[in-house]
């Protein structure tokens, strides 16, 4: 899957990043709580999540994430967007709430990294 | 390389909007010396995870990191108020933190777990009004987990 396809499948819309569309994705996370996107070092390249301030960005450089879905329509401040293009990670806008975001993707193929013990 | 770098970071107060820019700074730094992704990523988080400890519960402090071929350790000191049970502390999902941090995304109590899980070794010292210094070396090998 690629960052396109996840565009695509949720229905959603660029904030930054267009031109890491190609790039593959292979797992995801989903959370408001940072320390628990923290958790989970394996490569994860997708994180999604309803919030929306500049720790989410620097969440997501730290575990090496290529690509924020924000739920809800949410749309970041500019402050967060630039922080983002500094770091040359996708920002991308769904309408769909976080459950069914996941869902979607889930549906599609697209699974989590770490498993559940 | 040389035998050792040795980095120092000063951590602003109350700024949570610049939090991670240390931890994000020597991320970059371990990268272009070539250092593996995963012991890199683990650097971060657990940087990164003590950086917003110090700015969220201990109003700043300094960092240290110092670099050397085969392990990377991190230093953390502040003078905030100091870990009352530092084994509460350090076990999953216990936090002190205020609802304003939390619906921040931090403030899960997931902190200082992290910090022990991608550590080779972490040590908390603590004194109640007097602050609080984390060691935390990380091995430069791979794991197999
Ligand atoms: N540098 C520090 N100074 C004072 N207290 C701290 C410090 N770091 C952690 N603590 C205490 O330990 C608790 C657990 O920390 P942590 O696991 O990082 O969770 P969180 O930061 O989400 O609360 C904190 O809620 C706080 O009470
Ligand atoms: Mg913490």
Redesign the interface.
């Known amino acids: 899957m690629t960052i396109n396809d996840i565009k695509d499948i949720l229905k959603a819309t660029y904030i930054i990043g267009e031109e890491h569309g190609e790039k593959e994705v292979h797992t995801a996370c989903g959370s ?5 996107v ?2 989970f ?1 394996k490569d994860q390249s997708v994180l999604l ?1 309803g ?1 929306c ?4 960005i ?2 997501a ?4 994430i290529i690509c924020i879905v924000f739920v809800r329509g949410k749309v970041p401040d500019e ?1 967060t967007v630039e922080l983002a293009r500094e770091k040359g990670i996708a920002l991308i806008s769904t309408g769909h709430r976080m459950f069914s975001a996941c869902g979607r993707l889930y549906e599609e193929g697209l699974r989590g990294g770490a498993s559940y013990r | 390389m040389n035998d050792q770098i040795v980095l120092h970071y000063e951590i602003p107060s109350d700024d ?5 820019e240390a ?2 700074n020597v ?1 970059k730094k371990l990268k272009k010396m070539g250092f593996d ?2 012991i890199v ?2 650097v ?2 657990t940087m ?2 003590g950086e ?1 400890n110090m700015i969220i519960h201990a109003n700043g402090g300094y960092i240290d990191v110092i670099i050397t071929l085969d392990k990377i350790e991190i230093i953390f000191n502040d003078s905030g108020p100091g870990i009352e049970n530092i084994e509460l502390a350090m076990s999953a999902g216990f936090s002190t933190a205020p609802d304003n941090i ?1 619906s ?3 403030g ?4 200082l ?2 910090m022990k ?2 550590s080779d070794e972490i040590n908390v010292e603590s004194k109640i009004g007097k602050g609080t210094k984390v060691y935390a070396k990380i091995l430069v090998t791979k794991r197999i987990d």
């Open positions: 408001d709580m940072m320390s628990d923290l958790a070092y999540t919030l301030n500049p720790q989410v620097r969440t450089e730290m575990m090496d402050m | 949570f909007t610049r939090a991670g931890s994000s991320k992704p995963e990523r683990r971060a988080i990164y995870e917003i939390r921040l995304g931090f899960a109590g997931m902190g777990p992290n899980n991608y």
